[in-house]
């Protein structure tokens, strides 16, 4: 983990690349999809790009080649449009020109809980990133709740995202929570479409939903890069994880959280 100059945390490639966002080339058609780790990122990018071809196919991209913190500038430069580009970082740290051309962002929230126990195993799943930690849960946790790890605090970081767009209401972005993709994933791929001003047919958003489940991602993924970015995509799982206790330390959270516009579940 490398802490920057501000004081927050990224893992090792993020620290390479965070400073050079702001200065990346942003294209009028331009979507970015952002979110603390763990949020959905990665279900909410491939759905994207499914619509945005208006077809139930899967990226041949892949999310990763737009991952602002993870690839080179000329990498990204070098997508072809129209690009959904992808950061963990705060709306500070994307490029300059996005407010200039008013890129689209779609924004993902998730139950802190669940985001905490998915955070963990990623981190397991990719020690070698990770300074191959090792340690369990009810000890990692504590990082968690304090903002020892990469990206910092989940409280802090939705805080300074919903002050950002309070300052910034003119510009288009759109907050989808992983709770409404598992309960209506057809609905939210609606919601997307006409978000981003993709016309498709009642048939087209429901074949995208059928595509886009958690499960056929993660089968599509199989062997792929992808696969190690993804896990049960389950919703209430911090129940299998957590003690009384560390729930309680979470919900001390809510008085603040629920101060800003992302509506979060918690059981």
């Known amino acids: 983990m490398t802490r920057m100059p501000d004081g927050r945390l990224f893992p090792p490639f993020g620290a390479e690349h965070i400073n050079n966002i702001r200065n990346t080339k942003v294209r009028p058609d331009d ?94 799943k990719l020690g070698q990133v990770f300074d191959y930690y090792k340690g369990e849960f009810k000890d990692w946790i504590q990082l968690w709740l304090q903002g020892q790890v990469d990206y910092g605090s989940f409280l802090d970081f939705h805080k300074q995202w919903d002050k950002a767009i309070g300052e910034n209401s003119d510009h288009p972005i759109l907050i989808i929570s992983f709770e409404d993709m598992k309960r209506n994933l057809e609905g939210v791929v609606g919601t997307l479409a006409a978000f981003l001003e993709v016309k498709l047919t009642n048939e087209t958003i429901k074949e995208i939903a059928d595509a886009a489940t958690f499960d056929s991602m993660k089968e599509n993924y199989k062997g792929k890069a992808s696969e190690l970015f993804i896990r049960k995509g389950e919703v209430g799982d911090w129940k299998n994880w957590f003690t009384d206790v560390m729930s309680e330390e979470v919900d001390k959270w809510k008085p603040e959280l629920d101060k800003t516009r992302f509506t979060f579940t918690y059981t």
Request: charged share 20%.
């Open 31 to 124: 979507v970015f999809v952002c979110g603390y780790p763990k949020t959905g990122c990665h279900w909410i990018w491939e759905t994207i790009a499914m619509i945005r071809q208006g077809k139930a196919d899967y990226s041949t991209q892949g999310k990763l080649s737009g991952f602002l913190e993870l690839v080179a500038p000329e990498v990204v430069e070098s997508l072809p449009s129209p690009r959904v580009l992808n950061t963990h970082g705060l709306f500070s740290d994307l490029p300059d020109d996005i407010k200039t051309y008013k890129c689209k962002i779609v924004f993902t929230i998730r139950n802190p809980k669940d985001v905490a126990v998915s955070h963990y195993c990623h981190h397991i």
